[in-house]
């Protein structure tokens, strides 16, 4: 702490960001998760974690629009081995129901893989639970850094149980409403749709950037009425070629969402040229800085970020290079800038 200096490079033995904070210093507790279990598509995003963290000390520490967002404290946990190990008896059987699209009837082997990943995913979402929550009890805000998109499972119960009812600001190409996909109960594309049958604290979803879904989801959420409300691509392209200020857009969505809101952003909602290797990218999608606004005014209307999680930011393969997790750690930066705001520890500059 005593030979920080926010305007140098930092030191190797710094934490997430170059930053100086052990975890009793830090307001905001970052735990990774590095797990990719029912990933159908690309592999890598068990990587980002690690990614991120390597490239967090390329970032310049000033803000333009947070003073000193790094001050109440950032720390990043280390990998759980036994995540890891988990992952990779998860993914493994996995891919042999993947390789079968799910048709398993009748094939004694990969029901029984299946029901392994099954109860991996079930163990890991305790695992998130169980770790998120103690934070929180100790006072600690948590961001959860995936990993697949079904990691924050566990961290969505345990923020109802400790806040209560709040709303989710979801950033996503996907719906990610898929009832059991692939056979997975707990698969990257049926995220939301667990949280939302099985959470009733989460009053209300919105959702930002869909542009690849089935029409199934698209009747699932529509069935949710004013549960759910859904910003498509298109929707947002149709107001923006109109004429229509981002401005305005976002503020319209940040009105759909109640007082508390966890913000869980799958960083494929961003357009592809910044997230080039995850795990299923679609074309369209918004700006990092259209969505650091989106968040900015989130946390300017009043609103409390009760925590947030950043999925499916995967590495080049052999690390080629460090793009995707470029732009995964800055906008990691704004999520904390953004939640120290809307927490009151940190002030916006106008
Ligand atoms: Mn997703």
Redesign the pocket.
Known sequence: MLNFDPNSAPDADSGVFGLPHQEKDAALVLLPVPWEATTSYGGGTSKGPAAILAASGQVDLFDGDVHRPYEPGIFMRPESKEVRAWNKTAKAAAQKVIKLGGRIEGDKAAQKALKTANELGSRLNDWVHRETKGLMKAGKIVGIIGGD?SVPYGAFRAAAEHHGEYGLLHF?A?S?TRVAYEGFTWS?AS?MYNALENIPQITRITQVGIRDFCEQEHEFTRALGGRAKVFFDRDINRRRFAGEPWTKTAREIVATLPKQVWISF?I?GLDPKLCPHTGTPVPGGLELAEAAHLIGLVARSGRTIIGFDL??VSPAPGGKDEWDANVGMRLLYKLAAWTFVSRGLRKARE
């Open positions: 998109h996503d996907h990610d990257h995220i799958d494929d999925n499916e």
